[in-house]
């Protein structure tokens, strides 16, 4: 920990600071400058608010460090890591897609959707489940093509169901800061993917990715989803650039939805590919057999013939990224 | 719905926007211009997804004319709510203010602060129980100082342990879209007290105030909390605009909160007083009788003696304003 | 234009409106529903302010039919609009790079620029000049190497010097709604590159062109430079969303400027990938001999090596895009 | 200067970074920690482009410990600037108003401009002279009343002509970053009343102000303007938590502009109200006797009533913030 004093910050008000450092374990190293007084904080809690140092009086700045995470860190695993969705791995050589409709309607729904993703190419179903049939109609229907499956825990009292069929869980973005559910998701086994709150910043959703390392479970994957900016033609304006930023900051894998980011179906493909060529290691999309009939959603889910068609050019330039 | 179709669209193009309107229900208006084609639809479904037509072929424009959201609509209720919790008005001539620490800690602590609370004026004890125990500590310390208490339900599964003690329930900004919590807060009997999205319109905010409201849950009070933007010095920006614009397009009450807004003790005060001038119907505040050791959000908690000095400030604008 | 009253609005209210628009050249079709007046105006001034209907009481939306953008839009030239810029075109089949240095430093930079930029295959040189002999020394630099150049105009005083010698005037972010400037190039005869402002949304940016084709200029460039948001790890956030959108609204072509927008060289490839992935008919850069010692945006400025790398990725991506 | 290391960065990265430190003339000292080494650089040149350090190999985080405003930091005068604009004092004890129209559409208006600031107790008279003669007749209605009067040069050419006559010179939003405008308002010799860019934070907009201070002018005025979100329903959002954070990081009075920022004369009064609450030392307004009939920027211009009445309004709140 560093703290800046202000240019004459008086002894008492350095005093006070060192002494709330002492108090919080750190040994401290006070440097008298020409222009502002520093203070070192080495060995302390790892966990503390920052804040309490930055509104005390005659405090000019107060910086950590060592980053506020450490499993997430690239420096933890400097060669990325594989994550393993049943069979299929993300973060390796291959790109990924993860398709499927917002919602599992029906079992001829889904069964229709997964047949439509496994003839394009994809790998991994998606579907969220809203009644308890709905995971089991998921599950029948990828089990019939060959498919992993991911779908939402969208409360802490959902976890245990949806890990005891789903292969790998979402954390929705609404949910990116539900520490109680990171802890959750983190403490059970299957993988997670976690995407990104429309608020949040890098740092933040790795923050949020550290929580669930923390728990135990090492197989998180990251999901660029759109943050909300005062440009209103698209719903989110999609931050690719947080895909090569990732990649730097983290060993975890990323992958992008460019679907809930857009919000229309006509501006998905430009985005997918752009997230591709980028360096993401997959794909988040919604198709549905016939998206202008979706129960939801239907406006930003591509139609069978718009996905297979997307699926041929990621193929392409994944190769120009040197993707399998 | 009005839809205005781009310049050159296609006979087959508005053929198929017109067999989507009405199979949705809607008579619908042909009306042919020099530059443009507009489709008015009349008597359709209230609820209904307009990014539909948006995305389709030849259109260029989707309009709603009525509101997404009635029940909270000024129109409802020309004279505004006033929503009683508790023996206390919010919304009425009196300024209201809610104070508490961020987190019931213990049973002293609570105490202590609601002895705090009571002494400044406060009317309500603010609270979030993290232990079984806590939301009985928030009873029993509000009881004693002859106040009504607001405490958080976070997930599902808490609504009715919350509404079963609490005089009032908070959703949180991360709760604002949660459909199902604000279904379950609509349907219980306590009023509820509504915090922005960190990422939501206000437009947003009524039409989920409205979801509590057509659940038959009139007494909601909105609390501006702030917004993110790309400012860093406060940790989010408060919008207090939304508080004018809020009182002309519904009859809610609304009140504010600083604290979180700001995430800085020192810029509180004036973003309270400026609150109250821009004519917020009451305070949410957060005081902690050693901010500095509090176990959580400390940097933005008054210690007593600022708490005490923005009562007496908040009071004389509140007279500006003709509140009592 | 189309007007909804407010659900209870008086006739007086109404009348106000209605006498407002016939005031402004408009016919006035009325249509009272059940819920909501509407009022449909027809034949008026095409440029108009329709806030002032906003805060006319009563009134509850104000929606302009017609686009505020003509000459800008899609619809005026269908088949889309490929620029000249010296020899070379922009909009057509093949890719183009700008590429060059932030400042006109020195002859000798300039000159080993150029080279740089026409080994790896850019078709135009870039440069801003600060003393008079700058654009002087870039365009020696680019005729030996058989470069077009585009400089910025910065001030309406500078127009004429930068046309007179220039291939393409440039108007920054800071500029793009400096209406006596988007005027002066508008009337000279130069093409325009025009970068969108960093909080300006789509639909401003195509306003600010529009306001060049009026008059008379039809050679307009756009430049998606990245838009501020809360992100703070890359300077802007690339929107690369409004690739497409413009692709969709508008007839021009749109280049990315991936060094602007992220502010920090190793991000400049994945973005400039993406941008091609997306769309774009090419790419704005900042190279640089020795990056690390340039007077101005050196973070941001490739070295010739990175530079070199992402031109024949860039060129393998444009491929799949059925670039030349 | 203080530069964080990566996690395992190699010494090959650790010693380029010092060598580029030490060409720019910093003193260097490093400190190996278990985690991470730390080069702090003092005496080095005060204005480097610290984004260079950012993008280097290894590097993790780099910060520049001296602020990089000085003469406009609050320590360079701590008991605050009071600017003398004409006769009158803005950041003394009194609230000051500067109020008037957006545009000198003619003598006529004007001076009826003038008699209503006047009247209705505002003390500086604003008006931008998009025709020559345009300034003249704003002395002139100015002089009739009294008053004291700024307006705006929106380019370098301007400068000459506004300072000869105004009492004060606005920079407008969109320049607040225009350096070369910056420093030729900083070597004249009437204030100046720097807003806030949209897009501006608040330590970019202090930097602005270092520029014109350090050319010279000390007699700067700080307005905030409002700055672009994603909401919509106003134009702009303000951010009145800046008035708070100006008053502790800088010495420079700052008032408020909830016209521009708010775009809409309904919310005009509760913003101005709220600014005032939250420490402003005034108020900029427009004004116009037939808002309606304005040639520009009607929609947020104040009706004489209005204004009025906010005159009012203001006063008491001032009271309570002990201002005259």
Known sequence: MLIVMQQGATDEQVQAVMDRMIDMGFNVHRSTGVVHTLLGGVGGKEEFDLEIFRVMEGVKEAHRIISPYKLASRHFRPGGTVVKVGNVEIGGAALVTIAGPAR?????????????????????????????????????????YGLAIVSEAGELSEVDAVSGIADMLAVSPRNMQHGALLRAVGTQRKPVLLKRGIAATVEEWLLAAEQILSAGNYNVVLCESGIRTFETYTRYTMDLSAIPVVKKLSHLPIIADPCHATGRRDKVAPMARAAIAA??????????????????????????????????????????????
């Open 279 to 324: 360096g993401a290691d997959g794909l988040l999309l919604e198709v549905h057999p016939d998206p202008d009939r979706a129960e939801s959603d239907g406006a930003q889910s591509l139609s069978p013939a718009q996905f297979d068609e997307l699926m041929r050019d990621a193929r392409r330039i994944g190769e120009v990224m040197s993707r399998r």
């Open 104 to 144: 599992v309607e029906s079992a001829g729904q889904i069964a229709l959707c997964a047949q439509l993703a496994s003839a394009a190419g994809a790998q991994i179903l998606r579907g969220d489940a809203t009644r308890p049939e709905g995971l089991r109609q998921l599950r029948d229907a990828a089990d019939r």
